[in-house]
């Protein structure tokens, strides 16, 4: 079994404890390096893991409240709960990107030295490698159980390793050249950065919430199946597709011609859902048997057979 199979079939839950562990340390390395080198842009970085461990405890609680069962009230499950997660750590990363930018430009407008550069770079350095190594996890395994919260954390820890490199250069900079406004010009190309990346996960947790379709890819694998069933006695109209979290759906009429059985069309929509559940893991399909000379109407564009 192959690393990034291994890490795959991490359950996201354990992964995102191991965040809230991480983000812990992490905060507390890069906190100390900040206090030793008196670096706006190290305190940047200690910002934005911040931001991680209120993220992961978030994530946490949302993928929790996403793994409940359907109930009365919410008869199609809590799967969108994890886009909650996602918008929310876009928000914070958002609110630390302020916080960087008001330090950063007190500092630019009074620029201070820095000290025990050689300690403070050596500490981001090694929160930067524990990050990375649990961002890859992390990516590995919300790609298994296509969990949107787990991709937006790992999403912004490989930001965060980033920015750190991106850090750790810059002040390596500042100690070769003496150039002491670059801390400060640094910090702000950081805070303008993980602003990018907070707008991104917004944007998609929005899109989420609003029953976004399928990506092209796993359409194209419901076409291919259903083409395989397609026959002059059988078609297939109004196929429409959405995303709920960990969950695909697909909803489309197929036609067969009316003087069947009702048991024989029901045998053929079974076989249908069959392959389709077997083409996409995780799809649910809802299938509307209709004679061949019967429309639905419709104000839907038909958009697949």
Same mark, same amino acid.
């Given at each position: 079994?192959?690393?990034?199979?291994?890490?795959? #079939?991490?359950?996201?839950?354990?992964?995102?404890?191991?965040?809230? /562990?991480?983000?812990?340390?992490?905060?507390?390395?890069?906190?100390?390096?900040?206090?030793?080198?008196?670096?706006? +842009?190290?305190?940047?970085?200690?910002?934005?893991?911040?931001?991680?461990?209120?993220?992961?405890?978030? !994530?946490?609680?949302?993928?929790?409240?996403?793994?409940?069962? !359907?109930?009365?009230? @919410?008869?199609?499950?809590?799967?969108?709960?994890?886009?909650?997660?996602?918008g929310f750590e876009g928000l914070m990363i958002m609110v630390a990107a302020a916080g960087i930018l008001w330090a950063a430009v007190l500092r630019l407008l009074d620029p201070q030295p820095l000290a025990q550069l050689g300690i403070g770079l050596a500490?981001?350095?090694?929160?930067?490698?524990?990050?990375? /190594?649990?961002?890859?996890?992390?990516?590995?395994?919300?790609?298994?159980? #296509? =969990?949107?919260?787990?991709? +937006?954390?790992?999403?912004?820890?490989?930001?965060?390793?980033?920015? =750190?490199?991106?850090?750790?250069?810059?002040?390596?900079?500042? !100690?070769?050249?003496?150039?002491?406004?670059?801390?400060?010009?640094?910090?702000?190309?950081?805070?303008?950065?993980?602003?990018?990346?907070?707008? @991104?996960?917004?944007?998609? =947790?929005?899109? +989420?919430?609003?029953?976004?379709?399928?990506? %092209?890819?796993?359409?194209?694998?419901? %076409?291919?199946?259903?083409?395989?069933?397609?026959?002059?006695?059988?078609?297939?109209? @109004?196929?429409?597709? #959405? #995303?709920? +979290?960990?969950?695909?759906?697909?909803?489309?009429?197929?036609?067969?011609? /009316?003087?069947?059985?009702?048991?024989?069309?029901?045998?053929?929509?079974?076989?249908?859902?069959?392959?389709?559940?077997?083409?996409?893991?995780?799809?649910?399909?809802?299938?509307?048997?209709?004679?061949?000379?019967?429309?639905? @109407?419709?104000?839907?564009?038909?958009?697949?057979?």
């Amino acid at each position: 079994m192959s690393l990034a199979s291994s890490a795959g #079939r991490l359950a996201p839950q354990v992964l995102l404890r191991w965040s809230i /562990a991480v983000a812990v340390l992490t905060i507390s390395l890069k906190t100390l390096a900040w206090w030793l080198t008196d670096s706006v +842009g190290l305190l940047s970085d200690a910002m934005e893991s911040l931001v991680n461990l209120a993220s992961a405890v978030f !994530a946490l609680l949302m993928v929790k409240i996403a793994q409940r069962p !359907a109930d009365a009230g @919410h008869p199609y499950g809590h799967h969108k709960a994890e886009y909650f997660s996602a918008g929310f750590e876009g928000l914070m990363i958002m609110v630390a990107a302020a916080g960087i930018l008001w330090a950063a430009v007190l500092r630019l407008l009074d620029p201070q030295p820095l000290a025990q550069l050689g300690i403070g770079l050596a500490l981001s350095v090694l929160s930067s490698a524990l990050n990375g /190594a649990l961002a890859w996890a992390m990516l590995q395994s919300s790609r298994q159980h #296509r =969990s949107m919260a787990l991709e +937006g954390d790992a999403r912004h820890l490989f930001t965060d390793v980033w920015t =750190s490199v991106g850090v750790v250069v810059g002040i390596s900079l500042v !100690a070769l050249t003496d150039w002491l406004w670059l801390d400060p010009v640094l910090a702000i190309g950081v805070a303008l950065n993980i602003l990018r990346e907070g707008v @991104h996960l917004v944007w998609r =947790s929005a899109q +989420g919430l609003m029953d976004q379709s399928l990506e %092209q890819d796993v359409i194209e694998d419901i %076409q291919k199946t259903l083409l395989q069933f397609k026959h002059r006695t059988i078609r297939f109209d @109004h196929v429409s597709t #959405r #995303r709920s +979290g960990s969950r695909r759906f697909v909803d489309l009429h197929m036609h067969m011609p /009316a003087h069947w059985t009702l048991g024989r069309a029901a045998a053929v929509r079974g076989a249908v859902e069959q392959a389709l559940m077997s083409a996409v893991p995780g799809l649910r399909c809802t299938i509307q048997l209709l004679p061949m000379d019967v429309e639905a @109407h419709s104000q839907d564009e038909e958009d697949l057979i």
